[in-house]
C-alpha cells in the first residue's frame, strides 16, 4: 500500500487577490480595486489543496522560506488536509508571493517567486517516489531548478512504477524553452491548455500544435475555458466535453488547477479518462463560484453538489 494518492511537486506561493478593479495599472497612475483577498497561492498548491478536498490523500513536496508567507502556506495546506511533512523550508530564500488582478475570465499576474524556484532534485528525498501513485507537477516555467531536472525526476516516477501528470503552464521569460518531445512519452497525463500549447509547440493554430505533440503522447487533454476540454489519445483518438457554464463568474484564478485537481482525483481512483476529463470540466466550472482558487472547494459532497446545480 501506498502512503499517498498523489504527491503534488512543486512552486508554493501566497496570492494576493484583487478583484472589481478600476481600469488596468498605469505607470504614474494610481487604480482602485474593491475586494482584497490574501490565500495560498500557486497553480501547484490550489490543486493539491482542492484534490485533498475531493478525498484524495495528497502530499507537497516544496520549499518555503522560514517567514510569515510560508506560514501561511503550510498552514493553509494543512487545513484543506495536504500532508506537508514533505516541505523543504530554507532561510536562504524568502517564500513566494504573486499579486493577482483579476479582470473576469482573465486576470494579470506579477510575482516574485523566491523559494520555488530554488528547489531541485538535489533537495527531494528520492524515497518519497516509492511512497505514492502519483506524482502531479506544475508551472515548471517558474521553477528553474525543477525543469532542469524535470527528465530526471519523471524517469525516477517510471522506475518506482509512479503515474504522472504535467501541466507546463506559461512562460513568465515567453522563451517556452522545454523539449516536449523528450518528456511528453514519460509523461502519462499531459494538462495544458490551448493558449500554452501553442506556445509551448510555437504552433498559428490548435491543430498544428496536436499535430506536433501526438507523436510523444500518453494521453493529453487540452482545457479550453469556457470551449470545454479535448481529451488526445496515444491512438489518435479526441474527445471534446462540453464546458459546464457558471452564469455568474466570481473570478477564473485557479479554474485550469482546479480541473487538473478534478482530473487526477478520479484518474488516481481508477477512473477512465474520458470519466476523468468530464469531472475535470465540473470542478473548473464550480471554481469559478467563489473567490480565489480553492474557496469553492469545502467538499468533495459540497463541489459535488454545486457541480450538479451547473449541470454535472
Known amino acids: 500500500m501506498k502512503q499517498y494518492d498523489v504527491i503534488a511537486l512543486g512552486e508554493l506561493n501566497v496570492d494576493l487577490i484583487l478583484n472589481q478593479i478600476e481600469g488596468e495599472p498605469e505607470i504614474g497612475k494610481e487604480k482602485f480595486a474593491k475586494q482584497m483577498t490574501l490565500t495560498l497561492g500557486s497553480s501547484t498548491a ?40 514533505l516541505l523543504i523550508h530554507t532561510d536562504k530564500f524568502a517564500t513566494g508571493a504573486t499579486i493577482c488582478m483579476s479582470y473576469g475570465e482573465d486576470r494579470a499576474n506579477l510575482t516574485y517567486p523566491g523559494a520555488m524556484e530554488e528547489m531541485s532534485l538535489d533537495d527531494i528525498d528520492p524515497a518519497i517516489f516509492k511512497e505514492t501513485k502519483h506524482v502531479h507537477i506544475s508551472s515548471i516555467f517558474m521553477q528553474s531548478g525543477v525543469r532542469k531536472d524535470l527528465k530526471k525526476i519523471l524517469e525516477l516516477c517510471k522506475e518506482n512504477g509512479v503515474t504522472t501528470s504535467l501541466d507546463t503552464q ?23 491548455n490551448e493558449k500554452e500549447l501553442k506556445y509551448l509547440t510555437h504552433s498559428e493554430t490548435l491543430d498544428e500544435a496536436i499535430e506536433k505533440i501526438m507523436p510523444y503522447i500518453n494521453a493529453a487533454v487540452i482545457k479550453q475555458g469556457s470551449k470545454g476540454s479535448l481529451l488526445l489519445k496515444k491512438d489518435g483518438t479526441c474527445t471534446h466535453v462540453k464546458p459546464f457554464l457558471n452564469e455568474h463568474v466570481v473570478d477564473a484564478i485557479g479554474a485550469g488547477d482546479s480541473f487538473n485537481s478534478g482530473f487526477v482525483s478520479k ?46
Open 267 to 312: 484518474f488516481v481512483e481508477g477512473a477512465s479518462l474520458e470519466e476523468s476529463q468530464r469531472y475535470g470540466n465540473m470542478t473548473g466550472a464550480v471554481n469559478t463560484t467563489a473567490a480565489g482558487g480553492t474557496g469553492a472547494f469545502t467538499s468533495r459532497e459540497a463541489v459535488e453538489a454545486k457541480g450538479h446545480e451547473l449541470g454535472w
Open 170 to 192: 506559461w512562460d513568465p521569460a515567453e522563451t517556452w524553452q522545454l523539449d516536449y518531445k523528450e518528456v511528453l512519452p514519460l509523461v502519462d497525463v499531459f494538462l495544458p
Open 46 to 85: 490550489i490543486f493539491a489543496a482542492n484534490a485533498a478536498a475531493l478525498g484524495t490523500k495528497v502530499a507537497f513536496c516544496g520549499m518555503i522560506g522560514n517567514d510569515s508567507f510560508g506560514q501561511l502556506v503550510e498552514s493553509s495546506l494543512e487545513a484543506k488536509k495536504v500532508d506537508t511533512r
